[in-house]
């Protein structure tokens, strides 16, 4: 069974700087593609990035675009979010998802396994 556990999250300032973690233990893991998504109250999860394990391929959301960077490191099984210039809008839960299947999507639903959340909360 695979679990994924996200850090990283906490208070920080417009304009601040955040790193998320997303750490992955299982037996086997061998996803196609890595994903981060957030979700505000209220408000439906959203994609925010996502990277192909192997070839470190990423794609991001218009909105995050310039400020947030995903990374990955195989040998550890580890995702990252470099969130920069943060704003009050990015506040939200933040989730990791791996996706096993050759699936170039940002749907939540078709991501297969996902994290717990941490809260990133961006004071204006």
């Known amino acids: 069974q695979v679990q994924l556990v996200e850090s990283g999250g906490g208070l920080v300032q417009t304009g601040g700087s955040l790193r998320l973690s997303c750490a992955v233990s299982?037996?086997?893991?061998?996803?196609?593609?890595m994903g981060w998504f957030r979700q505000a109250p209220g408000k439906e999860r959203e994609f925010v990035a996502r990277?192909?394990?192997?070839?470190?391929?990423?794609y991001y959301a218009d909105s995050v675009k310039g400020r947030f960077a995903i990374s990955r490191d195989n040998a550890k099984n580890t995702l990252y979010l470099q969130m920069n210039s943060l704003k009050p809008e990015d506040t939200a839960v933040y989730y990791c998802?791996?996706?096993?299947?050759?699936?170039?999507?940002?749907?939540?639903?078709?991501?297969?396994?996902w994290g717990q959340g941490t809260q990133v909360t961006v004071s204006s």
């Open positions: 990277i192909t394990w192997i070839g470190g391929t990423t």
């Open positions: 998802a791996a996706l096993r299947r050759g699936l170039i999507t940002t749907r939540p639903s078709d991501f297969d396994n």
């Open positions: 299982g037996r086997t893991f061998s996803p196609y593609t």
